[in-house]
């Protein structure tokens, strides 16, 4: 393969997850627009330094507190980065909907994030990853990575970067 694969920290990805889905159910919940504001911002801000937006619950609270262990696996960034982005456009997108008195568009949009989160989060597939891969395939410019080896496009890896040959 010639992509060449980083140690990523899954744990701190499923925190971030996990994170936007319960901000973005309390945002419904309470009619709190604002925090879906909020987490279309720091989702961005995520994007843009190549981290999870919320990684510092995880890197700040849960792993110190030994709450939750590194699950480090060799995988490729761009594709999370991608993702995370997608999602803080349809959060950002769902606000101005929400501002703008759309409320049911506003809110599916704000839901259709959080479920996609829940998917990635415990099913362990990343929709935006797939279609990160899905433009590389179609060579879209700027995507370019291909998923590991013998990993289906958007499916969590299995090759723990601790295995590393």
Same mark, same amino acid.
């Given at each position: 393969?010639?992509?060449?694969?980083?140690?990523?920290?899954?744990?701190?990805?499923?925190?971030? +997850? &996990?994170?936007?889905?319960?901000?973005?159910?309390?945002? @419904?919940? !309470?009619?709190?627009?604002?925090?879906?504001? /909020?987490?279309?911002? &720091?989702? /961005?801000?995520?994007?843009?330094?190549? +981290?999870?937006? !919320?990684? !510092?619950? #995880?890197?700040?609270?849960?792993?110190?507190?030994?709450?939750?262990?590194?699950?480090?696996?060799?995988?490729?960034? *761009?594709?999370?980065? !991608?993702? +995370?982005?997608?999602?803080?456009?349809?959060?950002?997108?769902?606000?101005?909907?929400?501002? %703008?008195?759309? %409320?049911?568009?506003?809110?599916? /949009?704000?839901?259709? &994030?959080?479920?996609?989160?829940?998917?990635?989060?415990? =099913?362990? @597939?990343?929709?935006?990853?797939?279609? #990160? #891969?899905? /433009?590389?395939?179609?060579? &879209?410019?700027?995507? #370019?990575? %291909?998923?590991? *080896? =013998?990993? @289906?496009?958007?499916?969590?890896?299995?090759?723990?970067?601790?295995? *590393?040959?």
């Amino acid at each position: 393969m010639l992509d060449r694969l980083t140690k990523i920290d899954h744990s701190a990805l499923r925190t971030n +997850q &996990v994170v936007i889905i319960l901000l973005n159910v309390l945002a @419904f919940i !309470f009619d709190l627009p604002w925090l879906a504001l /909020l987490v279309g911002v &720091v989702m /961005l801000i995520g994007a843009l330094l190549g +981290q999870p937006g !919320f990684g !510092f619950v #995880y890197r700040y609270a849960l792993r110190p507190l030994g709450w939750i262990k590194p699950d480090v696996l060799l995988d490729n960034a *761009e594709p999370h980065r !991608f993702a +995370q982005g997608l999602g803080s456009a349809f959060m950002l997108a769902g606000w101005l909907f929400l501002f %703008s008195g759309v %409320s049911a568009l506003g809110w599916g /949009l704000v839901w259709l &994030v959080a479920a996609l989160a829940a998917l990635n989060a415990f =099913g362990g @597939f990343c929709v935006g990853c797939m279609v #990160y #891969y899905w /433009l590389s395939r179609l060579k &879209v410019p700027g995507f #370019y990575k %291909s998923p590991p *080896e =013998g990993v @289906f496009p958007g499916m969590r890896p299995r090759r723990r970067a601790d295995h *590393e040959a």
